[in-house]
């Protein structure tokens, strides 16, 4: 079985409670583009990377027992599913969402005039901070917040920073990537500090994804509904999703090939009996598909506040449902493409703090990375300086990411970023097909009926062949080279 990530080996590390630690309040320190570049090879990023991939390979269907049975009596999991039982710490967690989520209740709309999300928001959210630490100290488990510290230091002087952000800009009204990576980061100082019991390999990381994450995107989406949130940051008609990423990332695990906990994670392949990527444009196989699985989940959600041809609104979820090499190669590209458009662009992470949990000091065994299309279209110091607050409604200079980072005819796949080279990044220019779109099936390719409105399957393959930043020293095997190829201007990003 091909793996493009030796997973086995990623793990993300548990303070030892025996020494004091100096929490801090975190602070932030991205301003600049190349800021983030100072970001990427960091110990935050490290660790943020280190723990998504923990998370990621929990969801892939497993073996029972290790075992490798026949793959046709292997389950996918599934949300709100009766197969995976949630330790008492995560039942203690969930009760937090679910206060949260009674705190609208509390907020009435505001009936004014108004021209974009409702300013009720503000006052929900000040409810938050207002009740904050209370309600962490509810919460949180006892070892979390009574962890081994120095005098004047508090674990909820981290915690507070990583919860408050994780429920969009009361300023702003809106909610994004850079929020839901805050409640990631959240979840990863809890793992730290010891809340979540160590259990069999991926267990209790399977009670995290589908115990806590999943109904965090649920209580997002009620705000998003209830307050008409913006989204932050969206890449318009070109971005994955106005709001979230890592549901596409679960999600495609979820009907990935079953692997035992000794596997590494695969590239290509699906589970037996699993859902044809192409069935997103179904509306009604969607709604049904969205009660038990987070990609749908989200697809779902798109059709809850999108109207008109899903190609139209959504065409790069739209290409990537042409992939015929299985759910694996889906969920190989959702990883790296999250790396590029959430922790790689400067509007995302700028607003991530860093303190003494995910901090700001380099990664001894990072690289530095090289310049690349990316890191070269980011906001500069001197670009920064020259807005005024007369000229606060002015916005960065626009970055070729908005425009599809995959879209420029400039980006060289064998390239490297952040130092670590992209093994899998070879290959041969290919030519982009005209429309209609291609798909391909068995052999090759062949034509997709409809009228395809933005270029084509083959050229949004290319971004699966994205370089990953990933911690430094880590393991990668992957000999998929089929696909690579030089992206095309204005072209959907990377399904094939």
């Known amino acids: 079985m091909a793996s493009h990530l030796d997973c086995d080996r990623f793990s993300l590390e548990r303070l030892d409670g025996s020494i004091q630690h100096k929490f801090i309040i975190p602070v932030k320190k991205i301003n600049t583009g190349q800021d983030v570049t100072t970001f990427l090879v960091s110990r935050a990023y ?38 995976v039982t949630f330790s008492a710490t995560i039942l203690q ?57 120095e005098p004047d230091s508090d674990p909820l002087l981290e915690l507070r920073a990583y919860f408050l952000g994780s429920f969009g800009s009361s300023q ?26 160590s259990s069999g390999p991926g267990s209790v990381e399977r009670e995290i ?20 949130l913006e989204p932050a940051g969206s890449h318009g008609v070109w971005g994955l999703d106005d709001h979230s990423f890592l549901p596409y990332v679960f999600g495609s695990a979820q009907y990935g090939p079953p692997i035992t906990d000794s596997d590494q994670v695969p590239t290509e392949g699906s589970l037996v009996g699993s859902p044809d990527p192409a069935s997103v444009t179904k509306a009604a196989f969607v709604e049904r598909e969205r009660k038990t699985n987070m990609y749908f989940g989200a697809i779902g959600f798109i059709y809850d506040v999108k109207k008109g041809p899903f190609w139209e609104h959504s065409p790069t979820l739209y290409d990537i449902s042409g992939v015929r090499t299985g759910w694996a190669k889906i969920n190989k590209g959702m990883i790296k493409m999250y790396n590029v458009e959430v922790l790689s662009k400067f509007p995302v992470v700028q607003h991530f703090p860093f303190g003494s949990l995910f901090s700001w000091d380099r990664d001894a065994n990072a690289i530095e990375p090289p310049t690349s299309v990316h890191s070269s279209s980011q906001p500069t110091r001197e670009s ?20 599809a980072p995959w879209a420029s005819s400039r980006m060289n796949h064998s390239e490297t970023i952040g130092g670590i080279q992209a093994p899998w990044a070879s290959g041969q220019p290919s030519s982009i097909a005209a429309n209609p779109r291609p798909i391909e099936s068995g052999s090759r390719l062949v ?24 911690p430094a020293g880590q393991a990668i095997n992957d000999t998929d080279s089929d696909i690579a190829s030089t992206p095309q201007p204005t072209k959907a990003p990377w399904a094939k």
């Open 46 to 83: 490290h660790d943020l990377i280190t723990f998504l991939m923990q998370l990621n390979k929990s969801m892939f269907p497993h073996h029972p027992k290790g075992s490798r049975s026949d793959q046709r009596t292997t389950q996918a999991l599934e949300t709100n599913t009766p197969v």
């Open 93 to 149: 967690l969930q009760g937090l969402i679910h206060t949260l989520g009674e705190i609208i209740d509390e907020v009435p709309l505001d009936t004014g005039p108004r021209r974009f999300g409702n300013v009720s928001f503000r006052r929900w959210h000040a409810h938050i901070e207002s009740r904050g630490d209370a309600l962490l100290r509810q919460f949180l488990p006892l070892q979390v917040c009574s962890f081994n510290h």
């Open 172 to 197: 702003r009204l809106d909610y994004g990537t850079g929020h839901e990576l805050s409640f990631l980061a959240f979840l990863a100082c809890i793992w730290k500090l010891g809340g979540f019991p």
């Open 209 to 228: 994804v589908l115990g806590l994450i999943e109904p965090y995107l649920a209580l997002i989406r009620r705000l998003i509904l209830t307050y008409t």
């Open 384 to 403: 920064a300086a020259s807005v005024s607050i007369s000229s606060a409604s002015m916005r960065y200079p626009v970055q070729e990411g908005t425009q």
């Open 447 to 470: 034509r997709r009926a409809g009228p395809p409105p933005f270029g084509s399957i083959e050229t949004a393959a290319n971004h699966i062949n994205m370089p990953l930043m990933q």
